[in-house]
């Protein structure tokens, strides 16, 4: 099992920035990829950033156009957390962000799919006003 607990969010003025922090705790040597997803009111939790931990691709980073150049996913393994720089925040970046990771990635969907990651954490409300 893999315990995940974000911190860092908060509301800011459109352009501004926010680090969220993801600390792991647990068996956390078997996690292969981790990931940052949002999802917004009424809306399907999309992938924002995702970065392999394990293999032969370890420390490659992924993004969807939404937030590429502008959100950065890294990870300090002597302390067992991930953080997600995001910088120029938009309004529609308002969402609620959750960390999570995986042991493998089976289902072939990529690794910014929600559908691959089996442990989560419980969340940290981001707002950001025009």
């Known amino acids: 099992q893999v315990q995940l607990v974000e911190s860092g969010g908060g509301s800011v003025p459109a352009g501004g920035s926010l680090r969220l922090s993801c600390l792991a705790s647990?068996?956390?040597?078997?996690?292969?990829?981790m990931g940052w997803f949002r999802q917004a009111p009424g809306k399907e939790r999309e992938g924002v950033a995702a970065?392999?931990?394990?293999?032969?691709?370890?420390?490659?980073?992924y993004y969807p156009a939404s937030v590429r150049g502008r959100f950065t996913i890294s990870r300090d393994n002597a302390k067992n957390t991930l953080y997600l720089q995001m910088d120029n925040l938009k309004p529609e970046d308002t969402a609620k962000y959750y960390c999570?990771?995986?042991?493998?990635?089976?289902?072939?969907?990529?690794?910014?799919?929600?559908?691959?990651?089996?442990?989560w954490g419980q969340g940290t409300q981001v707002t950001v006003s025009s």
């Open positions: 970065i392999y931990t394990g293999g032969t691709s370890a420390g490659s980073d």
């Open positions: 999570a990771a995986t042991p493998s990635l089976d289902i072939g969907l990529g690794i910014l799919s929600r559908l691959e990651y089996k442990y």
């Open positions: 647990g068996y956390t040597d078997s996690i292969y990829a």
